[in-house]
């Protein structure tokens, strides 16, 4: 499984089949390439902030694929004009033959256009399961206890972890949180992309390998690539 971060919260899963996750690319400092650049079989968005939904519509368009988000979110983004596929949490979805089970995340969640602030359902964190593989895309959150139960029914491979603060968890939650999920690898993200969640990744690497073993912390640069 190749996987590819695009800055922020921004992430291309690969195996065969190729899911982006919050596609955060026009307005993102970090991004490595535009949307028109993307090529997906299906895009996730775990909530309707901006830096989440990013290009999701235009990226599905360009794809002729379906976008996956909780059910209030996909219905607003129905009326774009592309195939939303709405769940909720704790559903495990099959899409594009990608499975995609949406989890709990605690945040906020609207979105915004033309209309003003409109609600747009929770938040959400995903796992994505292909061929055998498991990523948990973690959304924006705070940690939070079960956590760990994600951990034990999904066994993720891989973890997602906002490590930024001030709109997520910082790195002090983000430890805690790897330390409930125990997966292989954690890949910190949300952080660095603007001022207010500046923050080290190496800190967060060092803490997590000196207090949790058999977890390997990857600190990607944005356009940079892990295989596993
Ligand atoms: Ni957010
Ligand atoms: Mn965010």
């Excluded at 695009?6 to 970090?30: Q, S, W, Y």
């Excluded at 774009?80 to 099959?94: F, H, Q, R």
Aim: glycine content about 10%; charged content about 25%; overall charge negative.
């Amino acid at each position: 499984m190749k996987l590819r971060w695009f800055g922020h919260a921004c992430f291309l899963i690969e195996n065969g089949k190729r899911v982006i996750i919050d596609p955060f690319l026009t307005g993102n400092p970090m991004a490595p390439l535009k949307p028109n650049e993307v090529e997906v079989d299906a895009v996730l968005v775990t909530h309707g902030h901006g830096d989440h939904l990013g290009d999701a519509v235009e990226i599905a368009k360009n794809n002729d694929c379906p976008v996956v988000a909780i059910h209030e979110l996909s219905r607003i983004l129905a009326e774009k004009g592309v195939e939303a596929v709405g769940m909720n949490i704790g559903g495990t979805a099959v899409v594009s033959n990608i499975r995609v089970t949406m989890v709990k995340a605690f945040h906020s969640a609207d979105y915004e256009d033309e209309r003003g602030i409109i609600s747009a359902g929770d938040p959400a964190g995903f796992v994505v399961e292909m061929d055998g593989k498991r990523v948990y895309h973690c959304g924006d959150t705070d940690v939070f206890l079960d956590m760990g139960l994600i951990g034990e029914l999904y066994r993720p491979d891989v973890m997602l972890v906002p490590i930024g603060g001030w709109y997520t968890m910082g790195i002090k939650e983000a430890v805690k949180a790897v330390e409930l999920v125990k997966p292989r690898y954690a890949i910190p993200m949300h952080y660095n992309t603007f001022p207010v969640i500046e923050t080290d990744p190496k800190e967060f690497k060092k803490q997590v390998e000196e207090k949790i073993g058999n977890v390997e912390v990857i600190i990607l640069r944005p356009g940079e690539t892990l295989e596993f």
